[in-house]
DNA sequence: GGGCGGGCGGGAG
DNA sequence: ACTCCCGCCCGCC
């Protein structure tokens, strides 16, 4: 390590100087506007043209095109609504954006989602987690965070998540097989969930089988309908259940991928 | 099979 | 602070 010397008498410490100069390295005011005010841009997605609104923090707001008419000023006048702070056209999206928008992999992209409760950026954290394709009852995110009696008020944090698509509450339905309600209404839920090919036909199906989880008798797994490894079981091993504990006693064991009815014990906190 | 109450977080008053 | 009310729900009648 290269030790600068410097002269002693009436300044700060030294440690004192270099943490100071660090917090400046590690943490470079891009540009003063940039750390102000938030920006936004217009980004294609294969379901359709996006608004984004981010800062160096992160994605803080996002609507699609389509629910603000493809309306630049509504879109910046219901950010101003939310945030109570104006909006800059950016030079640039942020960065992984397009690539994440092209692949529909969203999922490492930075959100500034500090207005939200802890109970709210809970709810979407896990939610970030749904791969394309797959869909989540708002029953599993609520066991997720540990309070499975919360299953409303996840609905609820839901229909406040400022970056719908990219943290994909669409990805969340109800527990019998309908995609249930959605910001931007049920019918663009519904588009965006056929768009990344789940089958919401087959889903409704075994629904109306009373049945909402599947295993395959050659490994004793059981699964959500819609998960990845579900949708490998071939037809004459597939076993429907209606419930996690009725797979269970016919000795099938949860997927660790999809996750379906972990018990959480009591809901933590008061 | 839909209606009803339980359940819970958050905001309004 | 406390109550009331509403909401992308759930599962049992």
Redesign the pocket.
Known sequence: MVIIDRDGGGSPPVDELEAALAALAVDPPASLSARIFAQWCRVTSPTGDLYVAFSDQGISYVRTAEAVGDDETVFLESFRARFERPLLAADRPPPGLLPAVRTGRTRPLRFDLGQL????RAVLTVTAQIPAGQTR???WVAKEIG?P???????????R?PV?VLIP?HR?T???GVP????FGPQAKERLLRAEAVNLDEVRELASERIFYLGSDTTGIVCFPTCHHARRITAKHRKGFRNIEQAAEHGYRPCLHCRPGIATGD?V?A
């Open positions: 409760t802890d109970f709210e009852p708002y029953g309070r009696k919360a299953v409303r008020a996840v609905g609820t944090a839901l229909g998540n719908p509450c969340v109800r527990s019998d249930g309600e959605y910001v809901a906190g």
